[in-house]
């Protein structure tokens, strides 16, 4: 093995998929239980947002995802600990979010 960690999950699209870890965002909802992760698709370069079950975050979080606090403000509550999101990306995350309409689109 070695190399950067991949993680397999699954796209809409595509079916199973494999991502490196660092081009993965785990989003935690200190409010809620359902914590969620986004990640874009390396065959059909789509977002692809995720639940993800509170047993598997910290696995994610090990394996050098990216993590996002919820309910923190957005840019700055990212920490990279992988690489694998460039500053252009976070803006266009950023703004995606000031679009009421965004989880909407993302799953159209
Ligand atoms: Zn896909």
Redesign the pocket.
């Given at each position: 093995m070695g190399g950067v960690p991949t993680v397999r999950t699954t796209?809409?699209?595509?079916d199973t998929?494999l991502i490196d870890a660092g081009a993965l965002t785990v989003r935690r909802r200190p409010d809620a239980t359902q914590s969620e992760c986004s990640f874009v698709?390396?065959?059909?370069v789509?977002t692809?947002v995720q639940p993800v079950s509170d047993k598997m975050v910290p696995v994610l979080i090990g394996a050098g995802c990216l993590v996002e606090d919820w309910g923190v403000s957005d840019a700055r509550s990212l920490h990279p600990s992988g690489g694998g999101i460039t500053e252009a990306e976070i803006q266009d995350f950023v703004a995606s979010l000031d679009n009421d309409d965004w989880f909407g689109e993302l799953l159209s």
């Amino acid at each position: 093995m070695g190399g950067v960690p991949t993680v397999r999950t699954t796209c809409p699209s595509c079916d199973t998929v494999l991502i490196d870890a660092g081009a993965l965002t785990v989003r935690r909802r200190p409010d809620a239980t359902q914590s969620e992760c986004s990640f874009v698709c390396p065959d059909c370069v789509q977002t692809v947002v995720q639940p993800v079950s509170d047993k598997m975050v910290p696995v994610l979080i090990g394996a050098g995802c990216l993590v996002e606090d919820w309910g923190v403000s957005d840019a700055r509550s990212l920490h990279p600990s992988g690489g694998g999101i460039t500053e252009a990306e976070i803006q266009d995350f950023v703004a995606s979010l000031d679009n009421d309409d965004w989880f909407g689109e993302l799953l159209s």
